[in-house]
């Protein structure tokens, strides 16, 4: 068995202060830690909890390709309408639209709005109604010839959408700006009621019906991808 060791008083005190000085050095030491933890973001309470800010995308706004679309030409020039015929513009027509802000100082808007009345009413081959996406423009703006007022004029219609529907339906004789040489007969809705708004922000809410309600019905379908052979059995 050893022997324990006698150890005299000088020697306990200078024994218990070598134990308190390496105490505080072993303090200092993780307080420097901590601190440098804080200055370099090591330490889990001293991470940021701010959360990166969330930026909201405008979808009302037209984007940069839509704006030089409607821009290569000067209000009265006719724009190119898509074809079924053609691949991409067949997928493209597929598309479903976005609204768009009405706003009469929106120059860009104005000269979209215009550059569809005369690719409608264009000559060589026009229309009774045509919608924003048969130029390229995914946005739901239509044109409609409304045949049930005097002179039936043109008009143009913002953010349409159907309400309400009659259960009685008429079929009749249909073709489209973008299926050229079709024509079938298609059922459709008798009457409707159509929420929309003008292009000076006003919002107005109307009951159509006969020939003019078809052609509602025809262009809403196109702002939603669908297109009038769709109804075909």
Same mark, same amino acid.
């Given at each position: 068995?050893?022997k324990?060791?006698t150890?005299?008083?000088?020697?306990?005190?200078?024994l218990?202060?070598l134990?308190i000085?390496v105490?505080?050095y072993?303090?200092?030491?993780?307080d420097?830690?901590?601190?440098n933890?804080?200055k370099y973001?090591?330490h889990?309470?001293?991470?940021?909890?701010?959360?990166?800010?969330i930026?909201?995308?405008?979808t009302l706004?037209?984007?940069?390709?839509? *704006?030089?679309t +409607?821009?290569n030409?000067d209000t009265s020039q *006719?724009?190119r309408?898509?074809?079924?015929?053609?691949?991409?513009d067949?997928?493209l027509l597929?598309q479903?639209?976005?609204?768009?802000?009405?706003?009469?100082t929106?120059? *860009?808007l104005?000269?979209?709005?215009?550059?569809?009345?005369y690719?409608?009413?264009d000559?060589?081959?026009?229309?009774?109604?045509?919608?924003? +996406?048969? *130029?390229? +423009?995914y946005?739901n703006?239509?044109w409609?010839?409304?045949?049930?007022?005097?002179?039936?004029p043109?008009?143009?219609?913002?953010?349409?959408?159907?309400?309400?529907t009659?259960?009685a339906?008429?079929g009749s004789?249909?073709?489209c700006?973008?299926i050229p040489?079709?024509?079938?007969?298609i059922d459709r809705?008798?009457?409707?009621?159509v929420d929309?708004?003008l292009?000076?922000?006003?919002?107005?809410?109307?009951v159509?019906?006969?020939?003019?309600a078809k052609?509602?019905?025809?262009?809403?379908?196109?702002l939603?991808g669908?297109?009038?052979?769709d109804?075909?059995?």
């Amino acid at each position: 068995m050893l022997k324990a060791k006698t150890i005299n008083k000088s020697n306990l005190i200078a024994l218990l202060l070598l134990c308190i000085s390496v105490s505080l050095y072993s303090c200092k030491k993780d307080d420097s830690y901590f601190e440098n933890s804080k200055k370099y973001g090591n330490h889990r309470d001293t991470v940021s909890h701010d959360t990166i800010p969330i930026v909201e995308i405008d979808t009302l706004a037209l984007t940069q390709l839509e *704006i030089d679309t +409607i821009l290569n030409g000067d209000t009265s020039q *006719i724009m190119r309408v898509l074809k079924v015929t053609d691949y991409n513009d067949s997928l493209l027509l597929r598309q479903v639209c976005k609204d768009v802000r009405p706003d009469t100082t929106d120059t *860009i808007l104005s000269h979209l709005i215009r550059r569809m009345y005369y690719t409608v009413k264009d000559p060589a081959s026009p229309g009774v109604g045509i919608s924003a +996406i048969q *130029i390229g +423009i995914y946005r739901n703006i239509i044109w409609v010839q409304r045949k049930d007022k005097p002179l039936s004029p043109f008009e143009v219609y913002l953010n349409p959408v159907i309400k309400l529907t009659s259960s009685a339906v008429v079929g009749s004789m249909e073709g489209c700006l973008s299926i050229p040489n079709t024509t079938k007969v298609i059922d459709r809705y008798r009457a409707i009621e159509v929420d929309y708004y003008l292009p000076d922000g006003s919002f107005h809410s109307e009951v159509i019906e006969g020939y003019t309600a078809k052609i509602f019905q025809h262009e809403i379908d196109h702002l939603n991808g669908i297109l009038f052979t769709d109804h075909v059995d």
